[in-house]
């Protein structure tokens, strides 16, 4: 936590998350978890099925497509949050 630039996060199962360090950044950090992760997190767990439907051959070239649909969704997200 030098320089008051970094963050401890706790994130345990069961249990709400708990972000430790500076009041600002960490007020920061809630709002991503809150906020920004879940949608984050959504999006990858989607590809990440396609991903390994595709690799399995289960429904190899329809999951091929979707992939292609998807692609640069999360960076589209983050022009959208950031922009």
């Not at 809630?30 to 439907?53: A, S, T, W």
């Not at 690799?55 to 589209?76: D, S």
């Amino acid at each position: 936590m030098k320089n008051y630039y970094s963050l401890a996060v706790e994130n345990l199962p069961a249990s709400p998350v708990k972000v430790y360090g500076p009041f600002r950044l960490t007020k920061y950090a809630q709002f991503l978890i809150r906020e920004v992760f879940p949608k984050h997190d959504e999006l990858c767990y989607e590809e990440g099925k396609l991903m390994l439907q595709y690799i399995r051959g289960e429904q190899g070239e329809e999951a091929a497509q979707m992939l292609k649909r998807l692609k640069g969704q999360t960076i589209r997200l983050y022009e959208h949050y950031w922009k």
